[in-house]
């Protein structure tokens, strides 16, 4: 089996091809594999290099935490700054989770350590979910006054909505056998890479065009995540463009105090 190395060196991802499977690895170690606005783009530019030849692509994050959600020291950072404007925007994000839906590749998530926020979105805009069985998945918006706002289109399409609700207002963890129960995992096992393994024999069987064909056609039954995208936005942007919740950021990247403990 030929392996071909991304040739372009990327700062926030790894890539690999072998054959007609591409790897993508977010790789941001020194930040607790959280999203910036480089890995977006990094990830999108990769995932547009599959469009005709890779039939699958894995998703994958590091042994103890597959991806933590927004860069807080990043937003930080931002709000200190005098040149930049502090309002996020959402849109490269969920267009980045559309290209995943609706790529003409097979997406599997492959989830060990923490999942949280932002990384539950790479969860739920995947075809298919596979964990270890010490993975953990949260969603901990509310407690900085935020909301899943673009996680959520994509996590109720592939959950249902009550379920979707409860992890949201709970904001604590839940573990790979009950995010099993709950349909947001599809597979789990104390060995996810064996796991990985089998699965990806049975998908190779499959051609590309027929793979290719298919995701075309299943996009087409469900246009909830195209209709739901701009209320997502203002959604977003309303909760990061609030003080009181980038005061609560802040805090706690410079204290690690959550926004209920005292000062």
Known sequence: ???????????????????DICYIQMYRPDANNTINDGLIEEF????????????????EGLPEVFCFGADFKGIQKSMESQTQHHEQDP???????LQM????????AHV?????????GFVAASDIVLCEEKAVFSLSELLFGLM?????????RRMGFSKANYMTLMTSPITAKQAHEWGLVDAYEESSENLLRKHLLRLRRLSKEGVARYKKYIGSLDEDLLR???KAFDA??????????????????KTGKFPWEGA
Not at 101 to 108: A, E, L
Not at 148 to 156: H, M, N, T, Y
Not at 239 to 251: A, T
């Open 1 to 19: 089996m030929g392996v071909l190395v991304s040739a372009k060196p990327y700062k926030n991802i790894k890539a690999r091809f072998e054959d």
């Open 44 to 59: 999108s530019e990769v995932l547009g290099q599959c469009e005709n030849e890779v039939k699958i692509v894995v998703i």
């Open 91 to 97: 849109e490269p994000l969920y267009n980045l989770w």
């Open 101 to 108: 839906t609706s790529g003409p590749y097979i997406t599997i």
């Open 112 to 120: 060990r350590g923490k999942a949280n926020a932002g990384g539950i």
């Open 148 to 156: 899943p706002a673009c996680v959520l289109p994509f996590l109720i």
């Open 228 to 230: 739901s995208k701009q």
């Open 236 to 253: 977003n942007i309303e909760v990061f463009s609030d003080h009181n919740n980038l005061e609560k950021i802040s805090r706690y990247v």
